[in-house]
């Protein structure tokens, strides 16, 4: 949760260096210089998120359902779980594609003109935070699961004894 944070701050922060640098806009057209610093904030950005989102499913394993009956049956934890792993992922997708298109434009060496993207950071930043939360909610309900599993299994052992 924290490296998500973090992630989004700096693609914020990456935001704002991007806006800083000069550029000139002519209807939906603009010509602007690449900021370094905001490639800088904005690759440790991504890298933040991957790495997060990484560690966050290597530790909570796999919650797998592989049929609608299978959901229905499913206890609320392992539904919640699901849920939340499709849902990381989901943002994860976005957030990504978001901060890389933000990253890409500021890598260049020379000014660059065309369509003008804005917002790309900040709304990886903010994405960011969104995954945090799904992370979270994943983590513990997989988890959650988990021991719910481990107590079902130690009950059925002893109920056979």
Known sequence: MTMDITAGILAIQAEEAQNKVK?????????????????????????????AHTIVNLLAGCVCIWSKDQYQAATANKQLAVASLIFS????????????????????????????HHRGFSLGGILCFIH?????????SAIATAKEEELKAAAGVSASV
């Open 89 to 116: 992922w989901i943002i994860l997708g976005v957030a990504f594609t978001m901060l890389i298109i933000g990253t890409i434009e500021n890598s260049k060496s020379r000014r660059s003109c065309g369509i003008s």
């Open 23 to 51: 550029h000139f806009r002519q209807w939906v057209f603009e010509c602007r210089d690449p900021s370094y610093e905001a490639f800088k904030l904005g690759l440790a950005a991504t890298l933040l998120l991957l790495i």
């Open 132 to 140: 945090a939360l799904f992370a979270v909610s994943y983590y513990v």
